[in-house]
């Protein structure tokens, strides 16, 4: 079974609204939380790494007060998409890390957002 | 940085075929590979994972190889059906964060 829940798996959210997705990590305890996002046509692009208790690292070109990102627990991360604008529309998707090893990482199963 | 290439970016094979998705990477220096599933609208699944001191995983129909040190990977998928049509991306774990590649549409034909 998934060990990573992500929620919703579908939005649908009218132009400038906002919307929240979540990232659980089940039966562990993630200090790190990766979200990611996928163009279309293009690889999925890491947007973020939030660790539990601390702000969220962005990747260059992501705007940090566009998608507000909250790891307030080890096993609780969300995604806010702010004034949300139809070119958010995409496939949002999270990993969580068990650990501190760098090799242990689950994908929850993605969220797509359309934003009308 | 890592960078991941998948080749073919779209397949069309008939069904029962024998099918080889090719992925490579820049940096020898991963944790793993992991192979995913991405059907239309949905969310990724995840299909094999090979860590780094290992040369390939098998689950069912599906194989996948690791070889680090020319950095690709492979996925053999056999007896392909259409229920295997889908975009298969293959990802690789540096630690820090995955690379993904742009993936491969699989179109199998009845």
């Known amino acids: 079974g998934a060990v990573v829940s992500q929620h919703p798996s579908w939005v649908i959210c009218k132009s400038g609204t906002s919307v929240k997705i979540e990232c659980r990590s089940l039966d562990f305890q993630a200090t790190t939380m990766f979200w990611y996002r996928q163009f279309p046509k293009q690889s999925l692009m890491l947007m973020a790494t939030?660790?539990?208790?601390?702000?969220?690292?962005?990747e260059q070109g992501v705007e940090k007060d566009k998608f507000l990102i909250n790891h307030a627990s080890l096993t609780l991360s969300t995604l806010t998409v702010t004034s949300a604008h139809p070119e958010d529309s995409s496939f949002y998707i999270c990993?969580?890390?068990?650990?501190?090893?760098?090799?242990?990482?689950?994908f929850g199963e993605g969220s797509w957002l359309t934003v009308v | 940085k890592q960078e991941v290439t998948q080749i073919p970016a779209a397949l069309s094979v008939p069904e029962g075929e024998n099918l080889v998705l090719n992925c490579s990477f820049t940096?020898?220096?991963?944790?793993?590979l992991q192979w995913f599933r991405q059907d239309p609208g949905k969310g990724l699944t995840s299909l094999l994972l090979i860590q780094s001191s290992q040369r390939e995983q098998t689950s069912g129909r599906l194989n996948a190889s690791l070889d680090k040190s020319s950095g690709r990977s492979t996925l053999y998928i056999a007896a392909s059906q259409p229920g295997d049509s889908a975009t298969y991306l293959c990802?690789?774990?540096?630690?820090?964060?995955?690379?993904f590649g742009t993936g491969t549409s699989l179109t199998v034909i009845p």
């Open positions: 940096d020898s220096a991963i944790y793993n």
């Open positions: 990802a690789a774990n540096t630690g820090n964060q995955f690379y």
């Open positions: 939030s660790n539990e208790g601390s702000k969220a690292t962005y």
């Open positions: 990993s969580a890390r068990a650990g501190e090893a760098g090799n242990t990482i689950y």
